[in-house]
């Protein structure tokens, strides 16, 4: 008998073979649709459905996918995402057109050309001092319209029982959110030449972090199945930090926060992190990652997946390993359909894996080819693995 969406993941996070390999796609930023290819996907289907945005951000660029294109996707998850206070995303909608976007931390996008933003505004950018960011205005993470719609949510989806949950807070976590204060170049330079500011910077901005995701995890944390947090740590063809520097200044963070978490909810940890992370991958293990996302199989030895799942496949469910620098984006559908079949071939194997695209899936993906990407998992994805 075939399980339900929920029933299929719990048993694929737990490590056990589901009827088929679950299927993580439309949840969250990790796992979304921009909106032009979900706008095509809308229309290949025949799907009548506005054109609405995750955590009402426009600028973000990704899509709120309706339940139907959800639906026909095969997606096995919902998603419960919190906001921006109201009077930040009422203070966007007011602002003069093609003007920059300002999040509640003060840091923000500029339009690069028409309807595709990129983070241009780093409020601390010349900061070198304790005392600077003793002074900043930081956001205020107990304003109650944060998360004052999640436990509705998240109780709905639980009522209702058919796919598992997986709540994605939008908090961009220490070292991402130091870059979106200062700037990639500049908070690099000062990790090395600045490292008490920088621990400074990174130990605020994690209290803060802890103190809206206490908020969100009072609110729905006995309803979620899954909590996706991360931190962007890698590049095409290594770390963006040493392995040291990371083990000094960020795995003391990022342990702390999944400790919290898991103090707060049974829910499994779901870790973002892009790029070539193969180095740091016992380290996840070791503070208590649960989920690792996305397998950037194009950088790196992330596209050994083979070795990957003999190292690490007792320890981490991978999800992800879908290409969207190639093959999503320029392949055939056939094309597509085959890599689908290797990925969950290696992967796939004693469960532990959900599918999804390398990170979001992007503008330039055509609507044949997401199709024939959840398509191939219905085809080659059921238990036992041929």
């Excluded at 520097?245 to 103090?263: G, S």
Aim: include cysteine; charge should be negative; proline fraction near 7%.
């Amino acid at each position: 008998m075939p399980m339900t969406p929920r029933e299929r993941v719990l048993a694929a996070i737990n490590h056990e073979e589901p009827d088929r390999v679950p299927i993580c796609v439309g949840v969250s930023n990790a796992t979304g649709i921009k909106m032009k290819p979900y706008r095509e996907l809308k229309r290949l289907l025949g799907i009548e459905a506005p054109d609405e945005y995750i955590y009402d951000w426009p600028e973000l660029g990704t899509a709120a996918i309706d339940e139907a294109t959800m639906r026909r996707l095969r997606s096995d998850v919902r998603g419960v995402l919190d906001l921006e206070p109201a009077h930040v995303r009422e203070r966007n909608r007011r602002r003069p057109p093609h003007t920059p976007y300002i999040d509640s931390w003060g840091s923000g996008q500029v339009e690069m050309a028409d309807g595709t933003w990129f983070p241009g505004v780093h409020p601390l950018a010349d900061a070198t001092t304790i005392e600077e960011i003793e002074r900043y205005p930081w956001p205020d993470m107990d304003d109650p319209t944060r998360v004052a719609h999640v436990r509705a949510q998240a109780q709905r989806l639980r009522d209702e029982g058919e796919f598992a949950i997986m709540a994605t807070p939008w908090l961009l976590f220490p070292f991402e959110r130091a870059h979106a204060m200062q700037g990639l170049d500049r908070f690099l330079m000062n990790m090395a030449t600045e490292p008490e500011f920088a621990a400074a910077l990174l130990r605020k901005i994690t209290d803060l972090c802890k103190q809206l995701m206490g908020h969100f995890l009072r609110e729905c944390g006995d309803l979620i199945d899954i909590i996706k947090i991360g931190d962007d740590l890698g590049m095409q063809t290594g770390l963006l930090i040493s392995p040291r520097m990371y083990r000094r200044m960020l795995k003391p963070l990022h342990a702390e926060f999944i400790a919290f978490i898991k103090e707060r909810t049974a829910a499994k940890v779901f870790f973002h992190t892009d790029g070539d992370v193969f180095d740091l991958i016992p380290d996840f293990i070791e503070i208590g990652v649960d989920i690792l996302n996305p397998i950037q199989t194009s950088a790196g030895r992330m596209a050994d997946l083979a070795e990957l799942k003999r190292r690490y496949g007792q320890h981490l469910v991978f999800c992800g390993a879908v290409d969207t620098q190639h093959i999503l984006p320029r392949g055939t559908p056939e094309q597509v359909r085959q890599e689908v079949r290797r990925v969950i071939n290696l992967l796939g194997p004693g469960g532990g894996y959900m599918v999804a695209s390398v990170h979001t899936i992007m503008n330039d993906v055509p609507a044949e080819n997401i199709l024939a990407m959840v398509d191939a998992v219905e085809e080659f994805g059921h238990y036992p693995l041929s």
